[in-house]
């Protein structure tokens, strides 16, 4: 998080973290297709000519608090591939909250865990408390053969403290109730080390609506969570 | 740890995104085809852009009046550094409905000449990094040239040397100038979108450059310490053995000496099993000592302290007096032993003692290894170039026809303690060290030694040696470590 009082500016980071292929693109491009222009930047991507992530994207949203706070969301996602980790390390630095994207095959367990071994290495190189900073773990591809069962998914789900999200990005599905996940759990964090909402007036409620509302949810868990939009508001 | 901040972490400025030489010759291309000024500055206020067309000799008139000067600084400093709000002078454009939108922010700001500037935020992720001013230009609605305020700066004010002047000015409509800034602005933001990807990706490049770079230095410095601790330890574990094999030589020499003089009845005379026992005792002790030689010798080696002493020396009486020693075992395994040697031969320089202990480690190895009935044979070939060697030099092949060495094993038979079979039901004995000496000894001559073998037919040990090692003095035969250290400093 970097808050400056002087410009009344908050920014907070979240990265998506995960093995190479697993969707952290697909995330980020389907968190852009669903923001209004208006609150959002241009989604910078390096791929190499094998569609996979060079370096690392970026999609910032933006919106001003009731107090005329200006808050961005910054949406990283890293490289995937074993090479690139000094990439990681770089991206990850002042992550205010990881989102985990792990391939739900069978197959693909032994990558997830190692990936996720690198993630906490990584975390440690950059002086993040994972006590701190918090992990989404976001199961992607559920429509593939080979998927976890849901029971499988909630064994996962038990062995630790981290929130749990079944997705399937490339249909969108999942993609912002990871993102609502993720933001409201970095909120929380944020909230206990910097008391967000005594220091800048902005509470985990106006946070997530005013984030959510230049984002179409419509068809998502998230119609039930979010206050109802005005109709006919732009997306 | 990583260290320093990531350009991923702060706010990115306009110049940093921009490459100004190119976006100067984009913005001159604007203002030729449209001719309207255009200046951009960043939000300190720093000028990336500054283009005039038209306005130059008007300005410079009215420029020439004292009270002019003030009211066009003033001016200026209104377009460049006043608020991007309604306020100051500046006012709303006047627009055909259909832009107003794309045209939020916006500022009309008039000059006291009656020209106007239009003053546009450059927004860039709903941050403002700075404006772009256009201008100024004759607004087509301007109905009285000159105006009041431009009149009264000085009596001596000529409308009739301003009029041609102001000419030269582009007269437009406002709409039509903000047309051509919206479409700059269009322009502006995909400079920017590229500009802000190719410096991000190049700074994170260099970023994840030298962070592997730092990550494999601090890497490589573990390792160094790990493999400085490795190599006392084994200066140690060298130094130990050549103290202990010391202390064992002594008082094995003793055992063995009155052994022999038990035997010679020196004592007084022993009956035939008391014989028959002190020379089991005698022999067990020579090859104990033997042995106890053998690891003296390559603890010394490891240890770096052995110095070969060459001297001019005859190799045919090396052979031969190697073979001579070798007669007793020959005999007693029931080997045959052949030789094949040439009939004269020019004297060497060598360390003959050393390349004796070479020869004979060699042959009674292939001994050791031909079953009964087999056969060992040794060849000395006469001295010419040697191709190995790249200089005029020998070879002593040792050959039998014994078990024979597996081809995955040759590299592996000159380490030492080194064995084929180090299983604890071993057919035959020994510590592995003979040929971890032979190598070093040869090696020391600057020679080769080479194996070849195959299973169940026997071997052949070359040995490749030059007939002046390039040496001349003693040369101290460094231990058989392989690193290479960084090159001593040149200048």
């Known amino acids: ?235 | 740890m990583r260290q320093g901040e990531s350009v991923l972490q702060r706010r990115i400025s306009l110049g940093e995104m921009l490459d100004t030489e190119s976006f100067t010759e984009v913005v001159k291309g604007f203002v030729e085809l449209y001719r309207v000024g255009i200046k951009v500055f960043d939000e300190k206020g720093g000028k990336l852009a500054d283009i005039k067309i038209g306005n130059g000799d008007f300005c410079g008139y009215v420029f020439s009046f004292p009270e002019g000067r003030r009211r066009c600084t003033a001016t200026v400093g209104r377009v460049k550094d006043g608020p991007l709000a309604l306020s100051h002078g500046a006012r709303l454009p006047v627009l055909e409905p259909d832009l107003v939108p794309a045209a939020k922010g916006m500022l009309t700001v008039p000059c006291f000449t009656g020209l106007r500037y239009l003053v546009v935020p450059i927004l860039w992720e709903g941050d403002t990094l700075g404006r772009v001013v256009f201008g100024p230009f004759m607004p087509e609605d301007l109905k009285d040239f000159p105006p009041r305020t431009l009149t009264e700066i000085s009596e001596g004010f000529d409308v009739g040397n301003a009029r041609p002047l102001v000419d030269k000015v582009r007269l437009a409509p406002e709409g039509t100038i903000a047309r051509v800034m919206l479409h700059f602005g269009q322009l502006l933001q995909t400079m920017l979108f590229a500009g802000q990807k190719m410096f991000l990706t190049t700074q994170v490049h260099i970023e994840a450059t030298l962070d592997s770079n730092r990550e494999l230095e601090e890497r490589n410095k573990r390792l160094e310490d790990a493999n400085t601790r490795l190599k006392e330890l084994d200066r140690l574990k060298s130094a130990f053995l050549a103290t202990v094999s010391h202390e064992l030589r002594t008082p094995l020499t003793s055992i063995i000496g009155y052994s022999e003089m038990l035997a010679e009845g020196l004592a007084g005379p022993l009956n035939g099993e008391q014989i028959d026992y002190v020379r089991t005792i005698m022999e067990k002790g020579e090859t104990l000592l033997k042995l106890i030689s053998s690891i003296l010798d390559i603890s010394q080696i490891e240890a770096g302290k052995v110095r070969l002493n060459f001297e001019p020396m005859d190799a045919l009486e090396l052979i031969n007096g190697s073979l001579t020693s070798l007669k007793p075992q020959v005999q007693k395994k029931g080997v045959a032993l052949d030789a094949k040697l040439p009939a004269k031969m020019p004297m060497v320089t060598g360390d003959r003692d050393r390349l004796r202990q070479v020869i004979v480690n060699l042959l009674t190895n292939a001994v050791k290894f031909t079953p009964k009935g087999g056969r060992v044979a040794v060849t000395l070939t006469e001295v010419q170039h040697q191709p190995d060697l790249n200089a005029p030099g020998y070879r002593i092949l040792v050959e039998d026809s014994g078990v024979g060495i597996p081809a995955d094993q040759f590299d592996k038979i000159f380490n030492s303690f080194y064995q084929v079979d180090s299983s604890s039901t071993r057919e035959y004995g020994g510590a592995g060290l003979g040929l971890a000496i032979v190598k070093s000894f040869v090696e020391g001559h600057g020679g080769v030694v080479r194996v070849a073998s195959e299973l169940g037919h026997g071997s052949r040990f070359t040995l490749v040696l030059p007939v002046t090692p390039g040496s001349q003095q003693q040369v101290l035969i460094t231990p058989p470590v392989t690193s290479v250290g960084p090159a001593d400093d040149r200048f």
């Not at chain 1, 997530?208 to 732009?234: H, M, W």
Request: glycine fraction near 6%; aromatic fraction near 6%; charge should be positive.
């Open chain 1, 1 to 235: 998080m970097q808050l400056n009082h002087a410009q009344r500016e908050l920014t907070v980071k979240i990265v998506y973290y995960g093995p190479g292929l697993s969707g952290k693109t697909t995330n980020l491009q389907m968190v852009h297709q669903r923001t209004s222009p208006d609150v959002r930047g241009r989604l910078l991507t390096v791929e190499t000519h094998d569609d996979r992530t060079l370096f690392f994207d970026l999609l910032p949203v933006f919106f001003s608090t009731a107090n005329g706070f200006k808050v961005k969301v910054k949406l990283f996602t890293v490289p995937g591939q074993v090479i690139h980790n000094a990439t990681r390390r770089i991206v990850l630095q002042g992550a205010d909250a990881v989102a985990f994207i792990a391939d739900s095959r069978r197959a693909a367990g032994q990558e997830n865990n190692a990936y996720w071994k690198n993630l906490v290495e990584n975390m440690k190189e950059n002086n993040l408390d994972p006590a701190q900073v918090p992990i989404v773990i976001q199961y992607n591809k559920r429509d593939l053969p080979d998927t976890k069962t849901d029971a499988e998914i909630e064994e996962t789900r038990k062995k630790g403290r981290e929130p749990v999200v079944g997705a399937i990005a490339i249909r969108g599905v999942g993609v912002l109730e990871t993102l609502y996940t993720v933001l409201q759990s970095a909120y929380r964090s944020l909230e206990a080390r910097a008391h967000l909402s005594k220091t800048i007036g902005l509470t985990e409620k106006e946070f997530l609506t005013q984030v959510f509302a230049n984002i179409d949810v419509s068809g998502t868990e998230l119609e039930k969570v979010l206050p109802p939009r005005a109709p006919g508001a732009r997306t």
